[in-house]
Nanobody
Framework: VQLQASGGGLVQAGGSLRLSCVVS????????MGWWRQAPGEQREMVAT???????NYGDSVKGRFTISRDNAKNTVYLQMNSLKPEDTAVYYC??????????????WGQGTLVTVSS
């Protein structure tokens, strides 16, 4: 199972970006999907997650500004980021867990996409 993230870039403070992450593979089912980020010199932190049921969870620093969504038919998770701040600058990683067609659990990460917010 592979994850491919896209949508990062350079944006001014107060602007918006939308990240996308597509999950691909031969046979799999996805449970949770989410986004994490890692700023230089910092630990990776959870940004937002979304369970198959639709339940969402957000990091305190992004609540009210970021929105996670998913299209299960397209095996894709999105992160709409509004009112961006310079402190949102980081490499954003998507994550998904579930089972392959052989009932083997997986937990996979995308390659990361850089978001830079200028002041």
């Amino acid at each position: 199972v592979q994850l491919q993230a896209s949508g990062g870039g350079l944006v001014q403070a107060g602007g918006s970006l939308r990240l996308s992450c597509v999950v691909s593979g031969r046979r799999f089912s996805i449970n949770d999907m989410g986004w994490w980020r890692q700023a230089p010199g910092e630990q990776r932190e959870m940004v937002a997650t979304m369970a198959l049921s639709g339940t969402t969870n957000y990091g305190d620093s992004v609540k009210g500004r970021f929105t996670i969504s998913r299209d299960n038919a397209k095996n894709t998770v999105y992160l709409q980021m509004n009112s961006l701040k310079p402190e949102d600058t980081a490499v954003y990683y998507c994550n998904a867990d579930g089972f392959t067609g052989w009932s083997v659990p997986f937990n996979s990460w995308g390659q990361g996409t850089l978001v830079t917010v200028s002041s």
